[in-house]
């Protein structure tokens, strides 16, 4: 019988809405499960028909670069329930596809009956926002888990012998509570409970839930990345600026504080701790950025959006995952027993502005409408010297020699997704010849020229026109070939 299951590709912003012809592609492969029936486990894929474990990557030869094509890679995939495997093999099946989304069609077993969803990531691209960090995908909601896609709380926490059963409770929902102005349909709610032993905050993740510990404050009970298991973490590489975010407090006491903390870092089981005391030198020391903010309701406990800057750690190591974590209270423990968190549309920033200009060591001055001041000198790319308050950010110089005008672009790191996110400065130097600066090389500059040779008018940057950093009568010979257009 034919099953349907989602794959999305995420392809490398080079050939975005696109699907690339020609050569092997590595990719990183994660799955869930939807609807899972009573007493099944997660899905395994592997590219042999051989059963077998998890396999993180997948290398896949699209046969064509139409919006219709079929992978010849086959992939082959099991559902593990708690006795046995049950075979699922997507050996025959066609795909079509819509921007990066595609469908998928192939034979499985009848008794198979979820759909599976299937994230392709191609090794070193960037995925510059985190998949369904709006909240409006819901496939794997259901009996054991209701989290929504990519995102993880108790009830997939990491088992843990007793106190799996204790801390293994549905503490999150889909809502229809959104943020104000927004298109979409869901949010997120995050909620406490009370348990015999303390109270429970709401935790959603990225990452995966470690419950280690009956006592909240101890650091066994924390989130982390797990870098081997596509379903509890987010392959990244990219890195943002800023993170913002909507949400929506609504604690049993106004003075409680809820927090958010994202972190990005190098491919490592990165933890996060319930208070920063307890986090080490070591775990540390694979973080790139951290965003972090315990903020308030408001005063309606109504919808609010929170901008948080990264603040960068300075170790020699590159974003590969980035683990986003909510929290119904800052404190482990914290709280109280019917404290709620709405969360909804996180987006994560890149900036496109110049942060600084300067010109043979001297500052220049950068004008809001895009200018920056003159300068009264002739260009040199090696003196000129610009810095973006974008960490991913490029920046583009393109100079015109006829006009003396250089304009530089700056662009945020997500540019091939984001095309807007750019910014456009011109700075206009002195015309090479134009010593007398009125804009013109005319036989006015020879005159200039010679008095300044003189003595009788001040020494200017101009005036060296030729370049050997010395004013004589060598520049007046090249300032009349300019003009004469030799």
Request: aromatic letters at 10%; glycine letters at 8%; charged letters at 20%.
């Amino acid at each position: 019988m034919k099953r349907k299951a989602i794959l999305i590709l995420v392809c490398l912003y080079a050939f975005a809405n696109s699907i690339v012809a020609g050569g092997n592609k590595t990719y990183y492969f994660k799955t869930t499960v939807t609807a899972a029936p009573s007493g099944a486990g997660k899905v395994y894929a592997n590219t042999s028909n051989v059963e077998g474990g998890y396999q993180e990557t997948i290398t896949v030869n699209p046969s064509s670069q139409s919006a219709s094509s079929t992978p010849t890679t086959n992939i082959y995939l099991w559902q593990k329930p708690n006795t046995g495997y049950t075979f699922i093999n997507w050996a025959s099946y066609t795909a079509s596809f819509d921007g990066n989304i595609a469908v998928v069609e192939g034979s499985t077993e009848e008794n198979f009956s979820n759909e599976i969803q299937a994230l392709f990531i191609p090794t070193g691209s960037k995925i510059f926002q985190i998949e369904n960090s709006n909240f409006e995908s819901w496939r794997k909601f259901g009996d054991n888990d209701h989290a929504p896609d990519n995102w993880n709380s108790f009830e997939t926490l990491k088992p843990n012998g007793s106190l799996t059963e204790m801390a293994k409770a549905q503490q999150v929902d889909k809502s229809t509570d959104t943020r104000p102005g927004t298109s979409g349909t869901y949010s997120v709610k995050i909620y406490s409970r009370s348990v015999v032993i303390a109270n429970a905050q709401g935790n959603l993740t990225t990452g995966r839930i470690n419950a280690g510990s009956t006592t909240p404050a101890d650091k066994l009970n924390h989130n982390f990345t797990d870098a081997t298991n596509g379903a509890y973490n987010q392959y990244f590489g990219a890195h943002p600026d800023a993170a913002k975010v909507w949400v929506k407090f609504v604690p049993e006491n106004t003075s409680y504080y809820a927090r958010v903390a994202i972190t990005t870092h190098d491919a490592y089981n990165y933890i996060t701790y319930g208070q920063d005391s307890d986090n080490t030198e070591s775990n540390e020391s694979h973080a790139y950025s951290h965003a972090a903010r315990n903020f308030q309701a408001t005063a309606e406990k109504g919808w609010q959006q929170l901008t948080i800057p990264f603040e960068f750690t300075g170790n020699n190591v590159e974003p590969t995952y980035i683990v986003v974590n909510f929290s119904t209270n800052n404190v482990p423990g914290g709280g109280s027993a019917n404290d709620i968190l709405f969360v909804d549309d996180l987006e994560l920033v890149y900036y496109s502005e110049l942060a600084s200009a300067t010109f043979n060591g001297t500052p220049l001055t950068i004008n809001a409408n895009g200018t920056i001041e003159d300068v009264k000198d002739i260009y040199s790319e090696n003196k000129i010297s610009l810095t973006s308050n974008g960490h991913g950010a490029t920046i583009e110089k393109s100079y015109d020699e006829e006009t003396a005008k250089l304009t530089v672009t700056v662009k945020g790191e997500d540019i091939s997704e984001n095309t807007d996110n750019f910014h456009t400065y011109t700075i206009q130097f002195a015309k090479k010849g134009d010593v007398n600066g009125d804009g013109d090389v005319t036989i006015a500059d020879v005159t200039a020229l010679v008095n300044i040779i003189l003595g009788k008018a001040e020494k200017n940057a101009v005036a060296n026109v030729n370049g050997d950093d010395d004013v004589t009568i060598a520049d007046v010979t090249a300032l009349v070939n300019i003009i004469l257009g030799k």
